[in-house]
């Protein structure tokens, strides 16, 4: 369950869109499901991501922010001894939007 406490109590602040970005950069990756935004590689890769907001719309109960997600892939060989493909790491994005309960923080994430 992803919890965005320090996003929602920056709703209507200046530092929204920064607390929003750190917050969810510092997410495990594994809670946004990157592999199913993956478009150009077979596997997520263990680099930073980078956030872009795109639009935040608020409704009566959650804000939904609609971002860009830029993250590492990796197209691996076959992994046998004798494959001379070496791994190679792509810049992968994918649009992702973050439903963010006005209530409890809880926060839902959709791949675009």
């Not at 592999?35 to 608020?58: M, P, Y």
């Not at 939007?97 to 959709?110: G, L």
């Amino acid at each position: 369950m992803i919890i965005l406490s320090k996003t929602l109590q920056a709703w209507d602040t200046p530092e929204f869109n920064d607390i929003l970005k750190d917050e969810i950069q510092k997410l495990d990756s594994g809670l946004l499901s990157l592999q199913k935004g993956l478009s150009q590689s077979s596997h997520v890769g263990e680099g930073a991501i980078s956030v872009v907001i795109l639009n935040v719309t608020d409704t009566i109960n959650a804000i939904q922010v609609k971002t860009g997600v830029f993250y590492t892939g990796i197209i691996a060989g076959s992994c046998c001894a004798d494959d001379p493909t070496p791994m190679n790491e792509l810049t992968e994005y994918c649009e992702m939007q973050f439903d963010i309960n006005k209530k409890t923080a809880e926060t839902s994430v959709t791949i675009l």
